[in-house]
């Protein structure tokens, strides 16, 4: 086995929702037609989609947050594993309160969706423009879809967050959205290049 498969098992038998095998490949084919060479991600949790988007070419670099304690040490550990320990920055922090520096082509937001709204704000001035920011999960298992299934009101407070930064993307003056039905759900806004 290698390194990104013993970390795929070690996700499913520790229940550490990484990408799904055709969201996590769409998005680094994306990254490789579109030529992103500087990547910000919002939750690595082991760092498994972070790896695969360094690998998809030699001088990408990617700078990744996670808040997790156990997850940002099983992150450091692969990272090192992977040799890309001068490509992957991880930086150990809740993103509503860590700092960045540089521009980024491509920003990953894959964490606590309720925050998705916040981390869109507090991290899209550092992509250029005609730059991507791509949002997991906003399908949420099928519950974003059909929320008449729901019965827990956490749940249901979660989809209506959910349907709530669908409707931001949608709405918003510098960005283009795209939504594609793939994995758990995922869009594409890209940042006009003029206002
Ligand atoms: N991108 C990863 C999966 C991330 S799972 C992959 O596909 O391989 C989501 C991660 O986001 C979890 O590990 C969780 O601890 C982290 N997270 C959630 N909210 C966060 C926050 N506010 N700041 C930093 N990390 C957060
Ligand atoms: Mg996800």
Request: glycine share 6%; with cysteine; proline share 2%.
């Amino acid at each position: 086995m290698n390194l990104i498969q013993e970390m795929e098992v070690y996700a499913k038998e520790n229940g550490i929702p990484i990408m799904e095998e055709e969201g996590i490949s769409f998005l680094c084919e994306w990254i490789e037609k579109n030529n992103c060479k500087r990547i910000l991600e919002i939750g690595s949790a082991i760092a498994y989609s972070a790896i695969r988007m360094a690998n998809v070419y030699e001088d990408i670099e990617v700078v990744t947050i996670e808040r997790d304690d156990d997850r940002f040490l099983a992150a450091e550990q692969n990272v090192r594993k992977a040799g890309l320990a001068d490509r992957i920055t991880l930086i150990h922090d809740d993103a509503l309160n860590a700092e960045v520096s540089g521009m980024f082509d491509l920003l990953f937001i894959d964490a606590a969706k309720a925050q998705y709204m916040k981390f869109f704000e507090r991290y899209e001035p550092y992509l250029k423009l005609g730059g991507w920011i791509v949002s997991d999960n906003l399908k949420f298992h099928g519950f974003v879809a059909h929320p008449e299934i729901i019965r827990s009101r956490h749940l249901k407070q979660m989809v209506r967050k959910i349907q709530k930064y669908i409707e931001y993307l949608q709405n918003h003056k510098d960005y283009v959205t795209e939504f594609i039905d793939l994995g758990d759900g995922i869009a594409i806004s890209r940042k006009k290049s003029e206002k």
